[in-house]
């Protein structure tokens, strides 16, 4: 079959650990033996997903479709939790891993929205004469050193899970460092170094993604939107419960009550939803869950009731 669709010789032959010995061992031996002419240039074999430890399989009863899965999380944040691991490598299903992927991926999407924003305002200050663009020294030091992690790790059989790490975060760090300075007085020739330096590190940053299968087939904005969507399903709420539970807590901030405030926060934040307070707004962002403790640290110069003594 592979003969008659690929010819005698071709590149990558796949397939699960389990199917090494001696499935693909008697496969070449039979290749051998049925053809004059009969190579594979590389074989590539993929660990299993398991939960708990276990392999997934039907027969177990403990597998769950991809469908299943994307109805709670967004299918980036599914490939970016798959990616996360060495193909080699057994992948275990883990929900804590799954929220950790949705976060990473709405951070990485937000930077590149900002970006994208900022460019788009400030289009008309950037020359368009065909030179080569100037860039700052921290710029041209990270796009030269993620173009040679990504080929380094791409070239060590397909070291994904470690393409997303390292050069790549200090690149997103810096294009928030650069919006940053963006919004404070510059010279036109050092904020000129700045606008361009966010082009060449976003081009940079976009090819990787688009590489690893990362890059969304929709705009920023929309699959913020619908990163959004998904957490709100997970948490079991609808925008307008947070919206709601956002003014309730501005009402309480403004009697000073801090106290219930921050367990208003922590109350939302157990369930995957960040709210932040920006100047006098509050917006709100999805994060890892995390577990509400049983008691809340107060704000500044807020005092907690005594507890109850015991009977």
Request: proline share 5%.
């Amino acid at each position: 079959m592979s003969a008659h669709y690929l010819s005698f010789k071709f590149d990558i032959h796949g397939g699960g650990l389990d199917l090494i010995f001696p499935h693909h061992e008697n496969e070449i031996a039979q290749s051998c033996a049925a053809c004059e002419e009969s190579d594979v240039s590389y074989w590539m074999h993929n660990g299993h997903v398991t939960n708990n430890n276990e392999k997934m399989s039907k027969s177990l009863g403990n597998f769950f479709t991809i469908r299943q899965i994307t109805e709670r999380y967004h299918p980036l944040a599914l490939r970016y939790f798959l990616i996360n691991a060495h193909y080699r490598s057994p992948l275990n299903y883990s929900v804590v891993q799954l929220e950790g992927a949705s976060d990473a991926v709405f951070y990485i999407y937000q930077t590149l929205k900002d970006c994208q924003d900022a460019l788009l305002q400030l289009q008309e200050e950037m020359p368009n004469d065909g030179k080569p663009a100037r860039i700052t020294p921290d710029a041209k030091e990270c796009i030269s050193k993620l173009r040679n992690e990504f080929q380094v790790k791409m070239s060590d059989d397909l070291s994904t899970s470690l393409i997303l790490t390292g050069a790549f975060l200090e690149a997103l760090k810096l294009v928030n460092n650069l919006l940053t300075m963006l919004k404070k007085k510059q010279q036109k020739q050092q904020r000129l170094l700045v606008i361009k330096s966010l082009k060449e590190i976003e081009n940079e940053v976009t090819k990787v993604l688009d590489v690893l299968g990362l890059q969304p087939p929709w705009s920023y904005n929309e699959v913020l939107l619908q990163l959004k969507e998904k957490a709100l399903t997970r948490a079991g709420l609808v925008e307008d419960d947070v919206i709601r539970l956002i003014n309730e807590r501005a009402e309480v901030r403004r009697n000073k009550d801090f106290l219930k405030s921050d367990q208003m926060r922590a109350h939302l934040q157990a369930k995957g939803i960040a709210l932040m307070d920006v100047g006098t707004e509050t917006i709100w962002r999805p994060c890892v869950p995390v577990q509400q403790d049983s008691e809340i640290v107060p704000s500044e110069g807020q005092k907690v009731p005594p507890k109850p003594e015991s009977a």
